[in-house]
């Protein structure tokens, strides 16, 4: 058996999938603040709870949003006090009596989506989920890639392509919450979507909003969204010509929005070298459910 945790800000995923990647239990629970005890004492009962009514020695596998340590493996994740700094996966191995495996939300994602998912039988794929900000990990031959740093796929902080800036130059020069301008995801975030839109109509609305007044056919948010679609295509392309993807996977909060899989194809040779073949641009299989059963599988 495999058992996944998604350790989010406010809530932590829970599952156990079986040797076929059947979904056997699941649950959610409050991330406890900065207990880092309290984490543990909770990871450890569901644990324990599941060996017992399954009657296994499940492998556990955590995510989480953040990067690991090159140096000592602790976790650096500076929206999570209870597991920032810490050596989660040493101190739940020696907890649990097994190994546990850690790694990035994004990564445990895309993972995910290469067991049965959008990816599947792909040699190499780019995740890519659009919520609050944009993640990003990558897949080549037979592995995920974390890179020296943990950094591989972070496309979401590399800087908005110039070509934008030229297309649009009165657009707002937003810091990252990393300390950097103009970063991609200030601007293709659902975040930067909202961002958007009060820029260019002096209005906020939220993401839901914005989509609504796109459907109902308002000027001003089919304005804001087609400058949205040719950032994401822009930024997008930036990787694409970096890794070469056989297929796209988009997850998060915005990825079910149907013009995504229409427009992005189209834009995308505007911003790759002429015939560049297109790799697949697919909607994640598993959709909120990516993160703790990609984490679940970490251990395969």
Not at 32 to 37: L, V
Not at 142 to 160: D, F, S, T
Not at 174 to 196: D, H, I, K, N, Q
Request: aromatic share 8%; proline share 6%.
């Amino acid at each position: 058996m495999y058992y996944g945790f998604d350790i989010g800000g406010t809530k932590i995923a829970f599952a156990v999938y079986d040797g076929a990647l059947n979904l056997c239990h699941e649950e959610r629970m409050s991330t406890p603040g900065d207990d880092y005890p309290g984490l543990q004492r909770l990871i450890h009962s569901r644990v324990m709870e599941s060996d017992a009514r399954f009657g296994t020695r499940g492998a556990v596998g955590i995510g989480f949003p953040g990067i690991l340590n090159r140096q000592d493996r602790s976790i650096v994740a500076a929206n999570l006090p209870a597991i920032h700094g810490r050596h989660l996966g040493a101190d739940l191995a020696t907890l649990l009596g097994r190994p546990v495996s850690v790694d990035n939300d994004a990564n445990c994602f895309l993972w995910s989506e290469v067991h049965q998912g959008a990816a599947a039988g792909a040699e190499s794929a780019l995740g890519m989920t659009i919520g609050t900000g944009i993640g990003g990990a990558v897949y080549l031959a037979g592995k995920l890639i974390q890179g020296r740093n943990w950094l591989a796929g972070e496309i979401g902080h590399y800087p908005l392509p110039a070509t934008i800036l030229m297309m649009y130059p009165e657009l707002p020069r937003p810091r990252c919450g990393c300390g950097r301008p103009v970063c991609f995801e200030t601007y293709a975030s659902g975040t930067g979507l909202e961002r958007l839109y009060l820029h260019f109509h002096g209005e906020r609305a939220s993401g839901h909003q914005i989509v609504a007044r796109v459907e109902a056919g308002e000027a001003s948010a089919l304005a804001t969204l087609d400058c949205w679609l040719e950032i994401l295509a822009a930024g997008l392309a930036t990787a694409i010509s970096v890794i070469d993807p056989e297929v796209v996977v988009l997850g998060g909060g915005l990825s079910g929005l149907p013009v995504l899989y229409e427009e992005l194809p189209r834009r995308l040779p505007g911003h790759l070298l002429p015939g560049v073949a297109l790799p697949a641009v697919r909607q994640a299989r598993f959709g909120g459910a990516g993160g703790v059963r990609g984490a679940a599988l970490l251990n395969l």
